[in-house]
Nanobody, 127 residues
Framework: QVQLAESGGGLVQTGDSLRLSCTTSVDSIVGRGMAWFRQPPEKEREFVAGIKWNAASTESAVSVKGRFTIARDNAKNTIYLQMNSLTPEDTAIYYC????????????????????WGQGTQVTVSS
């Protein structure tokens, strides 16, 4: 069973950057696609970015494309989300998640396709 822990959130100003990290404490992420989701205040959880198990491809939401980059280091059992040019609309709790199916050929964007979640890390962007 994969257990995930996010870190790196905080309070920043518009235009700043942050890098989120997600590490596993029990099992390896090798063979699993990984993703970041976020839940803005009073809104539904939404897909942000995902990366295939072998890092061969990534997917990003339109709202973050060109600003956010997802990466993974399987040797460290860690995934990252580099967030640049942050705006108040990026304010949310950010969650990392592991694909429920190993070795998948595509990066799913639906939250139902992920069965392991971290507790989340708060990102607040002030104007």
């Amino acid at each position: 069973q994969v257990q995930l822990a996010e870190s790196g959130g905080g309070l920043v100003q518009t235009g700043d950057s942050l890098r989120l990290s997600c590490t596993t404490s029990v099992d390896s992420i090798v063979g699993r696609g990984m993703a970041w989701f976020r839940q803005p205040p009073e809104k539904e959880r939404e897909f942000v970015a995902g990366i295939k198990w072998n890092a061969a491809s990534t997917e990003s939401a339109v709202s973050v494309k060109g600003r956010f980059t997802i990466a993974r280091d399987n040797a460290k059992n860690t995934i990252y989300l580099q967030m640049n040019s942050l705006t108040p609309e990026d304010t949310a709790i950010y969650y990392c998640a592991a694909d429920r199916l190993p070795w998948r050929a595509v990066v799913p964007t639906a939250s139902a396709e992920y069965d392991r979640w971290g507790q989340g890390t708060q990102v607040t962007v002030s104007s």
